[in-house]
């Protein structure tokens, strides 16, 4: 079983639909969590940390569920930009940082 | 500004070949870590280093070494063991938050 498992997609939605991102991991000594964002054949770019008691920026809603071991990643009014691949990451408190493999998302008009 | 800078950019790899990609950050972070990245997959850890002279091997380290001898560097070296080395491969640093990921370096076969 991988450490970090994102939902496989792909997802294609139409513009203003909401889509939610799901990824599950299994070392319980995870520590911190992110959400990135990647466009192809770029590096990846920081979406936004995920805290305990959740977090929104603007479009995106970030929550973490400890006793699931899952994290979540909400996005609202999709936008033709958004359309990316979202790569969940998990880091332990020893210094392992681990991806997920990524959901590709396809935001269409 | 400061961040992370990874050369070459594209790299060519005879057989037989060891190549070095280089990784250098002016961040201050102490942690430092390498991924490959296949197309169409996730990133995979292939070394990972908290502090100078320190490292650890992550999931993918076989055919692949690095050093860190100071802080700011902490070069790949990609073997001859490493069959299919053809990949994207990502560099990154950590200081107490989220990964700052530099540009890549895109690594072929000839």
């Known amino acids: 079983r991988k450490e970090v498992e994102q939902d496989p997609g792909p997802f294609n939605v139409p513009e203003g639909a909401t889509v939610a991102f799901n990824c599950t991991y299994s070392?319980?000594?995870?520590?911190?969590f992110f959400w990135y964002r990647q466009d192809c054949r770029k590096e990846p770019k920081l979406l936004m940390s995920?805290?305990?008691s959740g977090n929104e920026d603007g479009r995106f809603t970030a929550q973490l569920n400890r006793a699931s071991q899952y994290i979540s990643l909400l996005i609202r009014d999709s936008k033709l930009s958004d359309s990316a691949t979202y790569l969940c990451?998990?880091?332990?408190?020893?210094?392992?940082?681990?991806f997920g493999d990524g959901t590709t998302l396809t935001v269409k008009p | 500004d400061g961040g992370i800078t990874q050369s070459p950019k594209y790299l060519f790899r005879k057989e037989g070949q060891n190549v070095t990609l280089s990784c250098e950050q002016n961040?201050?972070?102490?942690?430092m870590y390498w991924y490959r990245q296949d197309p169409g997959q996730g990133l995979r850890l292939i070394y990972y280093?908290?502090?100078?002279?320190?490292?650890q091997k992550g999931d993918i380290a076989e055919g692949y070494s690095v050093s860190r001898e100071k802080k700011e560097s902490f070069p790949l070296t990609v073997t001859s063991a490493q069959k299919n080395p053809t990949a994207f491969y990502l560099c990154?640093?950590?200081?107490?938050?989220?990964?700052?990921f530099g540009d890549g370096t895109r690594l072929s076969i000839l």
């Open positions: 990451v998990v880091n332990t408190n020893a210094g392992k940082s681990t």
């Open positions: 070392n319980s000594a995870s520590q911190s």
């Open positions: 995920v805290y305990s």
């Open positions: 961040l201050n972070h102490d942690a």
């Open positions: 280093s908290q502090i100078v002279n320190d490292f």
């Open positions: 990154a640093s950590i200081g107490g938050g989220p990964q700052h």
